[in-house]
């Protein structure tokens, strides 16, 4: 005799596989393509290599050419130069996406404090007094309360590195 499952169990199998392969990083990790290394490069006679200095203030380099109207367009640039503002914007932006979500790989670790004070009366008196100002006592109660916390999520099926790679490449990008 033949056993037959009920459908039921043969879908909640497929879902429960499903499930599974869903969280599953896909793709490989991207690799730059390898270039040839050029052993020589072809040079003209007299040249030297770069001596790079990007660091040192300028100053009014446009002076040099004692145009006016060079010397009238810098100022313009210098006052009203948004796009390059935009453009240190969105990369100090893109920096802290990246930190963002670097930080969702690591554990969080919460401390809080508390405190209250309180007063309580011993009983009460006549004509609308309190007890603590008819018969002079009263309880001065203090709570203090301290708590520690901690949260991780594991990365099991890659999901926040990706989000940290998608952010870098934004980072890289911007």
């Known amino acids: 005799m033949r056993e037959n499952r009920p459908p039921c169990a043969l879908w909640a199998a497929a879902m429960a596989l499903t499930l599974l392969a869903s969280g599953c990083a896909v793709g490989p990790d991207y690799q730059r393509p390898s270039l040839p290394?050029?052993?020589?490069?072809?040079?003209?006679?007299?040249?030297?290599?770069?001596?790079?200095?990007?660091?040192?203030?300028?100053?009014?380099?446009?002076?040099?050419?004692?145009?006016?109207?060079?010397?009238?367009?810098?100022?313009?640039?210098e006052v009203s130069n948004q796009n390059v503002a935009a453009a240190v914007a969105a990369y100090a932006q893109a920096r802290a996406l990246v930190r963002e979500q670097r930080a969702g790989l690591f554990p969080v670790i919460s401390l809080e404090a508390n405190d209250s004070r309180s007063r309580s009366s011993a009983g009460s008196g006549g004509n609308g007094t309190t007890g603590a100002a008819a018969s002079g006592s009263s309880r001065i109660n203090n709570n203090y309360?301290?708590?520690?916390?901690?949260?991780?999520?594991?990365?099991?099926?890659?999901?926040?590195?990706?989000?940290?790679?998608?952010?870098?490449?934004?980072?890289?990008?911007?």
């Open 145 to 174: 309360q301290f708590s520690l916390g901690g949260s991780w999520e594991p990365d099991v099926w890659g999901r926040l590195g990706r989000a940290a790679d998608g952010a870098a490449a934004g980072e890289q990008a911007s």
């Open 37 to 77: 290394a050029v052993s020589h490069y072809k040079e003209a006679d007299g040249w030297v290599p770069a001596q790079p200095a990007d660091a040192l203030a300028r100053g009014s380099w446009w002076q040099l050419f004692e145009d006016p109207v060079l010397s009238e367009l810098m100022a313009q640039v």
